[in-house]
């Protein structure tokens, strides 16, 4: 009789953790956009999708669920595996919204399979995978970088803008402070790589971010063509 009792208490406990494991455990999520130009703009460079060059636009990196100390959750749920199936009707606004830039080239498949495995997954208990995908899509459309940067006078043209006017130029526009990303290109010049927003676990909201990310930029970085 113990020994039945000690083997339904473990396997509670098995069910507990793994409720656990799956249920809603994190803060906030970043929006992480980035330049494509910045990207291919490096030593590491770039190769454009099979689909062909992306346009001249900020491309989605990643909605990652993060703790407000800093820390993130990853890789959550092995047994929900990235299914295309489930986005089909998603796929052409990824390829427009969320490229790959990665060699060698593909249609992007592997890189949104990444993302949904590393950070979608842990954020599975509010969010279907499509909603996850679709959540992001829908915060690029709502918050215009390129457009926002323009109307300020802030143009992709490889000069050098201060790193306090294009934060405050996305800042006046959104009303949330951004957090900016610099990558150095092939000459080890910093510039502009990505943009982080924060938004609330609804995947809806963009709110102040709790924290923010490590890494700094100068007070002056390129801006550069793609």
Known sequence: MKSNQSF???????????????????????????????????????????????????????LWPNYEDGSYPSNCDSSNPYDESKISDLIRSM??????????????????????????????????????FEAALDLKKDVDLLQILKKAGIRANGESYTLNNIKN?????????????????????????QVYLCVDTSGKNIIECPVMPRGKCGSSIEFPAF
Not at 9 to 23: A, E, G, M, N, R
Request: hydrophobic letters at 30%; glycine letters at 8%.
């Open 8 to 62: 339904f208490i473990k396997l509670l406990i098995i069910q507990c953790l793994t409720v656990v494991c799956f249920s809603q455990d994190f803060d906030f999520f970043y929006l992480v956009q980035q330049w494509p130009g910045s990207y291919c703009d490096s030593k590491q460079s770039c190769c454009y999708p099979t689909t062909g060059k992306p346009d001249a636009d900020f491309g989605i990196h990643g």
């Open 95 to 132: 390829q427009e919204e969320w490229p790959t830039l990665a060699c060698p080239s593909g249609n992007g498949s592997k890189f949104w399979a990444h993302e949904w495995d590393k950070h979608g997954t842990c954020s599975e208990s509010l969010l279907s995978q499509h909603q996850y």
């Open 169 to 193: 130029a996305i800042k006046d526009a959104v009303g949330i402070t951004p957090w900016i990303e610099c990558n150095v290109d092939s000459s080890g010049n910093s510039q502009l790589y």
